[in-house]
């Protein structure tokens, strides 16, 4: 095989770059082999051109900061890193004296640093304590909803994909309808049971009202000891024409 190769011409092994490079290609002519040679150069000239431009932003970095240029170096070189921050020390120190706003800005970046590590933390922190918890809470959900590992696995795909969508701000209507109806769910329950209780309420003092209205629509009906219910008084008479009249007919009943 290497004979082989050996054999070949500076051509031929040219051809069996682009190729190898590109298989998907068929290379029926020597135009496409020109066109995707051309396109190769174009790429690496590209790369070389913001290789370029990054080293030059970089040496001017370096430059105007000798202690982190002493820094990187001081590393490279196989310095431990506690020794090659010396140098950035000794730097940041010669800058920083009596220069308040380096001062300053140099203290929030600090503490903006450490808030960040305390949050990481934190956040840290939280996941690991929730983990045996959201383990528990996932095996009683599929145990009540009768789920096996293969569908607890797809519905767990779903709520990822409705997490990365939240991440990624994909936000719909259909979204914000069911965040909405899940934050007032205990609300619209609340509401719910206390319109029961007041329709049940209203419901029995009806029933209550029409109870009354059939008992006083009843006639009057004497006792079983034969005693005679006086008839109402008259419409305009007073009360001795009543008490008159109830004595007369006492009297016509003896």
Do not use: C
């Not at 939280?126 to 519905?155: H, I, R, T």
């Not at 609300?187 to 009202?209: F, M, P, Y």
């Not at 008259?234 to 109830?246: M, S």
Request: aromatic share 8%; glycine share 6%; hydrophobic share 30%.
């Amino acid at each position: 095989m290497a004979d082989q190769e050996q054999q070949l011409t500076n051509r031929q092994k040219w051809e069996q770059g682009l190729r190898r490079k590109y298989p998907e290609q068929s290379f029926e002519n020597e135009d496409d082999l020109f066109a995707a040679s051309m396109n190769g150069y174009d790429q690496e000239h590209d790369t070389n051109k913001r290789f370029v431009a990054d080293n030059k932003k970089l040496y001017e970095i370096l430059n105007s900061n000798p202690g982190v240029s002493l820094f990187i170096s001081a590393l490279m070189g196989g310095e431990s890193p506690a020794r090659a921050f010396s140098y950035l020390q000794e730097q940041l120190d010669g800058l920083s004296d009596g220069d308040e706003a380096f001062n300053e800005e140099y203290l929030n970046a600090v503490n903006e640093y450490k808030k960040q590590r305390e949050s990481e933390a934190a956040h840290n922190e939280k996941v690991l304590a929730n983990k045996e918890s959201a383990a528990q809470s996932l095996k009683d959900f599929a145990a009540e909803k009768g789920m096996d590992e293969n569908q607890l696995a797809e519905f767990m795909s779903k709520v990822e994909e409705f997490l990365t969508g939240i991440a990624n701000l994909e936000i719909s209507h259909d979204f914000l309808d069911m965040i909405y109806n899940y934050i007032n769910r205990e609300s619209d329950l609340s509401t719910a049971k206390e319109i029961g209780r007041v329709q049940g309420r209203n419901e029995k003092i009806d029933a209550q009202k029409a109870k009354t209205r059939n008992t006083d629509s009843l006639p009057d009906l004497p006792s079983g000891s034969g005693t005679i219910v006086p008839e109402k008084e008259d419409e305009g008479g007073t009360f001795l024409d009543g008490a008159l009249k109830n004595y007369e007919r006492r009297h016509r009943n003896i």
